[in-house]
Nanobody, 128 residues
Framework: VQLQASGGGLVQAGGSLKLSCAAS????????IGWFRQAPGKEREEVSC????????YYADSVKGRATLSRDDAKNTVFLQITGLKPEDTAVYFC??????????????????????WGQGTLVTVSS
């Protein structure tokens, strides 16, 4: 299982970014995909997750209404778009994958320990 996160960068507050998570080495649509982030000096936190079977999505309160998570199974890629970026969105964003039962992503997203396969992270910096 390999995951490659990309799309991070420096953006002004109020701007938007679209992060990508490209996957290989596994049957993509069998897996939940999660986005998590870790800001300097803070613990890792969930951002958004999507189930494999029917693309149910979950968004953390911190990004709800500003984020859109989608998956393109033909391209083995998950996209996370965040609009209205705030300085507090500054963090390294990681994508993770795991084959999990059921189709509700909220349970799994609330604890990143459910995900055993992780990409390397992409840095998002939001300037005020």
């Amino acid at each position: 299982v390999q995951l490659q996160a990309s799309g991070g960068g420096l953006v002004q507050a109020g701007g938007s970014l679209k992060l990508s998570c490209a996957a290989s080495g596994f049957t993509f649509d069998d897996y939940f995909i999660g986005w998590f982030r870790q800001a300097p000096g803070k613990e890792r936190e969930e951002v958004s997750c999507i189930s494999g079977s029917d693309s149910n999505t979950y968004y953390a309160d911190s990004v709800k209404g500003r984020a859109t998570l989608s998956r393109d199974d033909a391209k083995n890629t998950v996209f996370l778009q965040i609009t209205g970026l705030k300085p507090e969105d500054t963090a390294v964003y990681f994508c993770a994958a795991e084959q999990l039962p059921g189709s509700g992503p909220r349970l799994y997203c609330s604890d990143s320990k459910h995900f055993l396969h992780w990409g390397q992270g992409t840095l998002v910096t939001v300037s005020s």
